[in-house]
């Protein structure tokens, strides 16, 4: 019992160890860009803490922004593989948009054998409809990459909420 309980305990220990490893062995780059998604959505999540606790005059504007690459976007020529990849960006946003104000919905799955991860699945779903949407920019980023900013402006988002409240 001792001999199966100190294999168990040197196990866990050289998980956690492994499992650090990893952590340090990371680009530097990588780490940096984490951060920034993860501040990012910290942020949205104030956001929207926000518009949910705020009366209609001090609602936040909600922002987006969309990257779509144009090299793997379908057409005959540049100019049709250019517009595409703006398209594509701007659905992005609209997604964006859309994780902001509804939520994202995650399932995710995971299976361990012998306290070893054998499988680790997850995935997020998005469902809602957005309105009032505007453009500020599109921009190209780089060579062969595309940028779109949206936003919903608080009068759009004070009148959206009013609406809701008033047939809730």
Known sequence: ???????????????????????VTKEPIVVDKIASVEASQTQTLVNIKDVFDA???????????????TSTQPGRNEAQK??????????????????QIHGLQVDSSTTVIDLIVQNDTFRGMVNGTIRGAR??????TGTDTYEVVLEIDRET????????????
């Open 1 to 23: 019992m001792n001999k199966v309980f100190s294999t168990a305990v040197s196990m866990v220990i050289g998980l956690v160890l492994l499992t650090g490893c990893q952590h």
């Open 55 to 69: 009366g209609a005059e001090n609602i936040p504007t909600l922002t987006a922004v969309g990257y779509a690459v």
């Open 82 to 99: 250019r517009l595409m990849a703006i398209r594509s960006a701007r659905m992005a946003a609209m997604r964006d948009l859309a994780e």
């Open 135 to 140: 453009t500020v920019r599109i921009n190209p």
């Open 157 to 168: 988002i004070g009148y959206l909420l009013t609406t809701a409240r008033k047939t809730a």
